[in-house]
């Protein structure tokens, strides 16, 4: 299976959205999605990640992850678990958009399982809750 397609919207100068000045949001959602994006992950965590952040994944999940975890220590060990067992040979976010006090990232990645040296495409949508400044919640919708 490969990823799906990536569309970008290519819009003549005439349909480009009004510039605004950027939120502290806006801010946030692209510095943090710009860390995702070069592969610090760990580094976004440690720099937007609020002490009492909820990470939720799907129930049914498969992943090497809990379904829920509370608080950074438990959502840090849940990311670098993840990170341990899978590694992302390609990556592609749209986004973010930003509504509200939240964020919306879509992900598509091409992940390696470390043990198995198996490769899958995977995507996903990532919703952020932001509170002071900081992600006090992220959740993830995928397959």
């Not at 040979?89 to 006090?101: A, K, Q, S």
């Not at 990645?109 to 996903?124: C, D, V, Y």
Request: proline letters at 5%.
């Amino acid at each position: 299976m490969e990823l799906r397609p990536f569309i970008r919207r290519n819009f003549p100068p005439s349909f480009e959205k009004p510039r605004h000045e950027m939120s502290d949001l806006d801010n946030l959602a692209h510095d943090f999605s710009s860390l995702i994006r070069s592969g610090q992950a760990v580094l976004a965590a440690e720099k937007y990640w609020a002490t009492d952040i909820v990470s939720i994944e799907p129930e049914h999940s498969a992943e090497h992850t809990l379904s829920l975890a509370s608080g950074y220590d438990a959502a840090y060990g849940k990311l670098t678990n993840w990170l341990n067992h899978s590694a992302m040979e390609e990556l592609c976010i749209d986004g973010p958009f930003v509504t509200g006090n939240r964020f919306a990232l879509f992900i598509d990645m091409l992940i390696k399982r470390r043990a198995t040296g198996r490769r899958q495409p995977f995507s996903e949508i990532a919703i952020y809750t932001v509170r002071d400044g900081k992600i006090v919640e992220e959740r993830y919708f995928y397959d």
